[in-house]
């Protein structure tokens, strides 16, 4: 079978890696990739949302399956533009365009809550038409609030205001100044969560679900959760407290009236759905949905994953989800991301990287994120540069590991945080 997976980072890099050890793959194409992708499969330089060109790709190549990554291409209905081609029949894991304003809609994902009676934070929704009503509902909020831009803006689109002030400010710069453009035409307020927040991510076929896996990102710049926010430093799995007694709570109380709601309304689901949580004293709430996996966190899941991911994609088209086997993962996982100099912030690119060999090292991997190749040299191209996965008998063990690999990597401006993990000692 060959397989395409769309998107270049290190979501994508650890999807790769992952399906190139299924019994089922004979290629794996990745478009456009990175410099780690292509020592796994083929880049092939296509954009993720030139539907017309991956459509002729799949075709020439005779591409089976269709696996979309980054979270564009599925609000923009790549799985519903691939079911009405009559000249290619393959499997797209991916949400319909309807089932993905579950991620690129705020307003239509908390509605869907409120429906399901899936536990989260209590919110409103504005937009310019009731704006005035907006800056009253603000005015008289517990502190500190949530605001959130509707749509997708990159991972930017969120802010927790401290003061009245600055709720107000961010709400007028989102609405009436289009921050975000057409995502902030509407605005979310939402009650702040205390919390810690965790992942779950499960695979589904719109009715039957498997949980594939859970972790704990890490999205400050700074050690000790400090300084700007990130697209995420590193993870860990399995995260300790995230027992049976949990994980019960977690799949009775949200999962599995998910999977029932997408099922009740018909929603056409055929992929990945990551929960973004908190753990409120004991008890899990939504955060938000996303319609595909996370990044760093698919650098710790795939890895930690005992089951052949082909096969869990093939069950959700053909059936037997629930009969796929998943092994409790029997070590520790710990990602680690090296970022470039400036980070959030400004940054330069084009920066050449040097690589430790890896031959030896069957306890760590490296999987690339914002990197391109230019002849022989490996260049950064992005703020998150590269992920190093490590097992590990503990958290702790794992942690070191991947550590140890980051002090054998070069490029100028290279930062990591060195305290992943750390609350787990």
């Excluded at 698919?298 to 069950?315: G, H, K, N, R, Y």
Aim: hydrophobic share 40%; net charge negative; proline share 4%.
């Amino acid at each position: 079978m060959n397989i395409l997976i769309l998107g270049s980072g290190g979501r994508e890099h650890a999807l790769a890696w992952k399906i190139k050890e299924s019994k089922h793959c004979d290629k794996v194409f990745i478009a456009p990739g990175n410099a780690g992708t292509a020592g796994v499969g083929h880049n092939v330089p296509i954009g993720v949302n030139d539907f017309d060109a991956i459509k002729q790709f799949v075709i020439d190549n005779k591409v089976t399956m269709l696996v979309v990554g980054p979270e564009d291409p599925l609000v923009n209905g790549v799985y519903d533009y691939f079911k009405a081609q009559q000249d290619w029949k393959g499997m797209v894991i991916a949400p319909s365009k309807y089932g993905a304003q579950l991620e690129g809609s705020k307003a239509f994902s908390k509605k869907f809550m409120e429906r399901h009676s899936i536990p989260t934070a209590s919110y409103a929704e504005f937009n310019e038409e009731n704006y005035e009503e907006g800056k009253a509902y603000i005015a008289q909020h517990s502190l500190p609030v949530v605001l959130k831009a509707d749509g997708l803006a990159a991972g930017k689109g969120v802010v927790i205001a401290a003061t009245h002030e600055e709720a107000l400010h961010t709400f007028e710069q989102m609405i009436l100044n289009k921050q975000f453009g057409e995502a902030s035409s509407k605005v979310v307020i939402e009650q702040f969560l205390d919390g810690i927040e965790v992942s779950v991510f499960i695979l589904t076929d719109g009715k039957d679900y498997k949980i594939i896996g859970h972790a704990k990102d890490y999205k400050r710049i700074g050690e000790g959760d400090t300084g700007l926010n990130t697209g995420g430093m590193g993870c860990v799995t399995p995260v300790p407290f995230m027992d049976q007694a949990f994980m019960d709570k977690v799949e009775n109380a949200i999962i599995r009236p998910t999977v029932e709601g997408i099922a009740s309304e018909n929603i056409d689901y055929k992929g990945f759905i990551f929960f973004g949580l908190i753990n409120v004293n004991g008890d899990p709430m939504v955060i938000e949905y996303n319609c595909r996996m996370g990044d760093p966190e698919t650098e710790v899941i795939m890895p930690s994953l005992s089951a052949d991911i082909v096969d869990l994609f093939l069950a959700v088209y053909h059936g037997g989800l629930n009969d796929v086997v998943i092994e409790p993962a029997k070590k520790s996982c710990v990602t680690v991301v090296a970022v470039s100099g400036g980070y959030p912030g400004d940054y330069e690119k084009g920066k050449e990287i040097t690589l430790p060999d890896m031959k030896e090292r069957k306890d760590s991997l490296i999987f690339h994120a914002g990197t391109q190749l230019k002849g022989d040299k490996i260049l950064t191209s992005g703020g998150r540069v590269l992920a190093v996965t490590s097992y590990g008998d503990d958290i702790q063990a794992a942690a070191e590991k991947s550590r140890t690999v980051l002090k054998e990597i070069h490029f100028e401006g290279m930062n990591f945080r060195k305290d992943i993990g750390y609350e787990f000692k």
